[in-house]
């Protein structure tokens, strides 16, 4: 099991950044590939970020806005979220693969935070 915990999340205007971090206290995060997903209501669970070996990965709602970073010292992988816009609005879920690839397929992760909420208003 890797245990990974969000924090960060909130109310946030349009324009607007937040920082969200995944820790985990029982496993060595640098061993697995770590990705972030959202959820907004009533859609699916979208592909936001991942890192992998020094690697990122973004999908395109997001590149340019958003960056992915390892701080090894604390075991935990970091999502700066900057220029948010009403339409980030979601439950960012932290999660974890072993192995390399697929990263931005959600079926592929074996470990989830249970998520932490953010909302940008207009």
């Known amino acids: 099991q890797v245990p990974l915990v969000e924090s960060g999340g909130g109310l946030v205007q349009a324009g607007g950044s937040l920082r969200l971090s995944c820790a985990s206290s029982g496993r060595t995060l640098n061993n697995y590939a770590v990705g972030w997903f959202r959820q907004a209501p009533g859609k699916e669970r979208d592909f936001v970020a991942a890192w992998r070996g020094g690697r990122t990965y973004y999908a395109d709602s997001v590149k340019g806005r958003f960056t992915i970073s390892r701080d090894n010292a604390k075991n935990t992988v970091l999502l700066q979220m900057n220029g948010l816009k009403p339409e980030d609005t979601a439950v960012y879920y932290c999660?974890?693969?072993?192995?390399?690839?697929?990263?931005?397929?959600?079926?592929?992760?074996?470990?989830w935070g249970q998520g932490t909420q953010v909302t940008v208003s207009s």
């Open positions: 999660a974890a693969k072993e192995g390399y690839g697929a990263y931005n397929s959600r079926p592929a992760y074996d470990y």
